[in-house]
């Protein structure tokens, strides 16, 4: 029997609801790291999810026993509507994250309710599709910076021990405006030069642990004001980062939908080389 040990954090680019859908190269990655992570690690005992779509003034704990989809979206295949993931939730978990961070100095809110948003259901649904891994949101503040949320994950760092999964969701590169000029019917549309300059630059300067330049990424990347016009799609990255503490940042899948939209993934910490070592190709 494996011995389950501290799973590294991650984050993943949900892309657009149609991910769910039309899974290409990044849900099948998905459907690859969810048994890759429960082969390097073991199954997590909950995933504590930090979602660009589950934002608030203040950090909030979704802390309802049971998770239901949330369909925060409009305008895309009806068919997304019938699909469902139905999870735990994880109340005990909220409790001592509660206490992690006000330990570290950050007021935290917990209300009793569920649901999930899509960044947060439609990469579960393919990492376990069954739904038997516990699910806790945490909803972040947008307009805290990324050393801010660097702070905030590394107050969620012990977490790991317990066998929780730090998982942040968002996207690598998100600037919609350009996505629906190029038409939402061309997914395949290759990579812009733009979307590929910004990836680079991350995955560069994550393998050189080159914390000061990614924190700064807004002055310091190409086109970063270009590639995210807001980029709550992107803080996640930082909290998931945090929780691993100032380790390399190792690229899991790189690919691209609609030419601009990222899809990479990243692990955090140091078993993250491990975990990409265990992806099958």
């Known amino acids: 029997m494996h011995t389950p040990s501290a799973p590294s954090p991650i984050f993943l680019s949900h892309g657009s609801p149609m991910t769910a859908l039309e899974p290409r190269e990044a849900g099948a990655f998905m459907q690859r790291l969810g048994p890759a992570i429960d082969a390097s690690f073991g ?5 504590l999810a930090v979602s660009a779509h ?22 895309f295949d009806d068919r997304l509507y019938t699909l469902r993931y139905d999870a735990a ?5 909220a409790t001592q994250v ?10 935290v809110q917990r209300v009793d309710q569920g649901g999930l948003d899509h960044g947060i259901w439609t990469p ?28 905030f994950g590394a107050a969620l760092a012990p977490l790991a021990a317990q066998g929780v999964l730090v998982m942040g969701s968002g996207s690598i590169t998100h600037n919609l405006r350009r996505v629906f000029a190029g038409g939402l019917h061309d997914a395949g549309r290759p990579a812009t030069p733009e979307s590929t300059a910004f990836r680079d630059w991350f995955r560069e300067r994550g393998e050189a642990a080159d914390w000061d330049a990614l924190l700064d990424y807004r002055r310091r990347a190409p086109h970063a004001a270009l590639m995210h016009p807001s980029d709550e799609h992107l803080l996640p990255y930082y909290v998931a980062a945090g929780a691993a503490g100032p380790q390399p940042a190792v690229r899991l899948h790189a690919s691209v939908t609609h030419g601009d939209l990222g899809m990479d993934a990243y692990a955090f910490g140091p078993q993250a ?8 190709a």
């Open 273 to 280: 080389e491990a975990l990409r070592q265990a992806l099958p």
């Open 98 to 107: 509660q206490t992690l961070l006000q330990d570290a100095g950050i007021e």
């Open 89 to 93: 939730g994880a109340p005990q978990l």
């Open 54 to 75: 589950t934002l608030a003034r203040a950090p909030v704990l979704l802390a309802g026993p049971r998770h239901e989809a949330v369909y925060d979206f409009g305008g």
């Open 124 to 151: 579960l649904r393919y990492l376990w599709p069954q739904a038997d891994v516990p699910v806790l949101p945490l909803a972040f503040v947008p307009t805290w910076s990324p050393r801010q949320l660097f702070d």
């Open 43 to 47: 199954r997590p005992r909950a995933v």
